[in-house]
């Protein structure tokens, strides 16, 4: 699987972006989909996730209400769209397959990651 994860930017608080994620591969539709995020310093932690169908979406508390999951899995490509950006926002976003334990993917179960995104917020 091979991940390419674009849209990010340097915005204000209070801001929008939309993060895109394009994979490759036949089986893009069965996967469980996630993004995550790293913070200079801090571990990579997981901030959404949503189900290969699109039904089922999970997000961190810290997100939650801010941030939406998406996919179209007839262009291979997971969004996230994020709004009401605070500077704790600021990271490298990343998206990855994996599997929902606890209505969250563990950053450490993840065998693919590809290239991030950087996200920074001002204030």
């Known amino acids: 699987v091979q991940l390419q994860a674009s849209g990010g930017g340097s915005v204000q608080a209070g801001g929008s972006l939309r993060l895109s994620c394009a994979a490759s591969g036949r089986t893009f539709s069965t996967y469980v989909m996630g993004w995550f995020r790293q913070a200079p310093g801090k571990e990579r932690e997981f901030v959404a996730a949503?189900?290969?169908?699109?039904?089922?979406?999970y997000y961190a508390d810290s997100v939650k209400g801010r941030f939406t999951i998406s996919r179209d899995n007839g262009k291979n490509t997971v969004y996230l769209e994020m709004n009401n950006l605070k500077p704790e926002d600021t990271a490298v976003y990343y998206c990855?397959?994996?599997?929902?334990?606890?209505?969250?993917?563990?950053?450490?179960?993840?065998?693919?990651w590809g290239q991030g995104t950087q996200v920074t917020v001002s204030s």
């Open positions: 990855a397959p994996g599997i929902i334990s606890g209505n969250r993917i563990n950053p450490g179960s993840v065998r693919y």
């Open positions: 949503i189900s290969w169908n699109g039904v089922s979406t």
